[in-house]
């Protein structure tokens, strides 16, 4: 499995992501946690993201899980031309709802597990890997979901990893006093986790995981 989980944006060792990936550039770029705003605001940001992934040779195209909501078979077959996803920041629930209703979450498994694609991600992107998202609640709201897609919320995570992950943590961000809380949070339910600060990453290769940046 190769995983690539920053706190913020790429972090300070984007080519380490750019290590994970083969021969196939392409790259999912994933902007449902963002969902919550009008489409013209995010695709004003959309052009960024692709551009940072440009300059580590990484060739970004945006993939709107809502078009395959009710399409799974669509969504896993679309998801196998790729060589990697990078799924950006927002909103933790309203990102996993989009990869529950699309069938996003049972795809990328088989792909990780066939070691066929590499799950890129930050913020909510990265947080969403975790076995669960419970805590997260402190952080972002989770009523969007109704508000948003007019479904429940999902609390169980992508489960890629064996912790809850909390990005941000002491450092210059809105969330950092949240993310600070959801910290508490999980010492006081005995709930692993491992903290980012903005710049760092998880690289996960295999059996090899480290945090880097």
């Known amino acids: 499995m190769r995983l690539y989980l920053s706190s913020y944006h790429l972090g300070n060792q984007p080519e380490r992501f750019a290590a994970l990936v083969g021969e196939n550039k392409r790259t999912a770029v994933i902007s449902n946690a963002a969902d919550m705003y009008s489409q013209e605001s995010k695709a004003d940001k959309l052009p960024s993201y692709i551009e940072e992934l440009k300059n580590i040779g990484l060739k970004g195209?945006?993939?709107?899980?809502?078009?395959?909501?009710?399409?799974?078979?669509?969504?896993?077959a679309e998801l196998s031309t790729y060589g990697a996803v990078w799924t950006l920041g927002g909103n933790a629930f309203l990102l996993r709802s989009a990869m529950f209703q699309s069938g996003f979450d049972q795809a990328i498994e088989t792909l990780l597990q066939e070691d066929k694609i590499v799950y890129g991600g930050f913020s909510a992107g990265a947080v969403v890997a975790a076995p669960t998202l419970i805590g997260l609640?402190?952080?972002?709201?989770v009523a969007v979901?109704?508000?948003v897609y007019?479904?429940?919320p999902i609390w169980e995570g992508l489960n890629l990893v064996s912790y809850s992950i909390a990005p941000?943590?002491?450092?210059?961000?809105e969330e950092a006093a949240a993310v600070k809380t959801m910290?508490?949070?999980?010492?006081?339910?005995?709930?692993?986790?491992?903290?980012?600060?903005d710049g760092q990453a998880?690289?996960?290769?295999?059996?090899?995981?480290?945090i880097v940046g």
């Not at 993939?63 to 078979?73: A, E, N, S």
């Not at 609640?137 to 709201?141: A, F, G, L, W």
């Not at 910290?183 to 600060?197: A, C, D």
């Open 150 to 152: 007019g479904a429940e």
């Open 61 to 76: 195209e945006h993939l709107d899980l809502r078009t395959y909501f009710g399409k799974q078979v669509e969504l896993a």
């Open 137 to 141: 609640e402190i952080v972002d709201p």
């Open 183 to 197: 910290v508490e949070f999980f010492v006081q339910e005995n709930i692993p986790y491992k903290t980012l600060r």
């Open 202 to 210: 998880i690289v996960v290769e295999g059996n090899k995981e480290e």
């Open 145 to 147: 979901v109704k508000e």
């Open 168 to 173: 941000h943590y002491m450092s210059n961000h």
